[in-house]
């Protein structure tokens, strides 16, 4: 890959994590995006970078659903397409990631649980950061509404002080396993110490 296509595939990767970020392959009809785990290699080698998201919708008679999606880039298909110059003239410009959404089959009551953990959790808001390296897993837990929300990152592993949000980020990645067939290990690199979690 040549330098120039190295810059292309990372503008690549930075607009796929913004379209990730704001849900914008997914389409769920009058629903909020309550609770988003991203999960984003550095390196196609890694594995694909994936999201998980609960939405809320209200029925007419006022009741509430859940529904989860799980959004996944598949990174290691694209980056064929960086690796000449003359195989990225075959490919369309801007070029056209290759993203795949599907809805889980998973009941209400299950996305429910997790976000009544959400409200338990207790964690500083500032930690130091205790490591740092170029290649990894970065991590995001996303949860609220457009209002009031909190987005919590890391890289790699949980700070010590943010362990308490192991629970939810390994309930959301089992969850993510057990609700999108078709899954392969690649899709999503095992936790570690929380996403890492354990």
Same mark, same amino acid.
């Given at each position: 890959?040549?330098?120039?296509?190295?810059?292309?595939?990372?503008?690549?990767?930075?607009?796929?994590?913004?379209?990730?970020?704001? !849900?914008?392959?997914?389409?769920?009809?009058?629903?909020?995006?309550?609770?988003?785990?991203?999960?984003?290699?550095?390196?196609?080698?890694? $594995?694909?970078?994936?999201?998980?998201?609960?939405?809320?919708?209200?029925?007419?008679?006022?009741?509430?659903?859940?529904?989860?999606?799980?959004?996944?880039?598949?990174?290691?298909?694209?980056?064929?397409?960086?690796?000449?110059?003359?195989?990225?003239?075959?490919?369309?410009?801007?070029?056209?990631?290759?993203?795949?959404?599907?809805?889980?089959?998973?009941?209400?009551?299950?996305?429910?649980?997790?976000?009544? !953990? !959400?409200?338990?959790?207790?964690?500083?808001?500032?930690?130091?950061?205790?490591?740092?390296?170029?290649?990894?897993?970065?991590?995001?837990?996303?949860? $609220?509404?457009?209002?009031?929300?909190?987005?919590?990152?890391?890289?790699?592993?949980?700070?010590?002080?943010?362990?308490?949000?192991?629970?939810?980020?390994?309930?959301?990645?089992?969850?993510?396993?057990?609700? !999108?067939?078709?899954?392969?290990?690649?899709?999503?690199?095992?936790?570690?110490?929380?996403? $890492?979690?354990?």
């Amino acid at each position: 890959m040549t330098t120039d296509l190295a810059a292309d595939f990372a503008s690549l990767q930075n607009g796929v994590r913004r379209a990730l970020r704001n !849900c914008d392959h997914v389409r769920v009809a009058s629903a909020r995006d309550r609770l988003q785990l991203l999960v984003f290699p550095s390196l196609v080698s890694i $594995g694909n970078p994936w999201s998980l998201d609960f939405f809320e919708s209200k029925r007419r008679d006022e009741a509430v659903d859940y529904v989860a999606t799980h959004t996944i880039w598949r990174s290691h298909v694209d980056a064929r397409a960086f690796e000449s110059l003359v195989l990225r003239l075959s490919y369309p410009k801007p070029f056209r990631p290759t993203i795949e959404v599907q809805e889980l089959d998973l009941a209400s009551a299950e996305i429910e649980q997790v976000l009544l !953990c !959400c409200r338990g959790v207790r964690l500083p808001i500032y930690v130091e950061a205790s490591r740092f390296g170029l290649d990894g897993v970065d991590y995001e837990l996303w949860v $609220g509404e457009p209002w009031n929300n909190l987005q919590v990152v890391w890289w790699n592993r949980l700070p010590e002080d943010w362990f308490p949000l192991a629970d939810i980020v390994n309930r959301m990645t089992a969850l993510s396993k057990l609700g !999108c067939r078709g899954a392969k290990e690649s899709d999503a690199p095992p936790p570690k110490n929380g996403g $890492g979690a354990t």
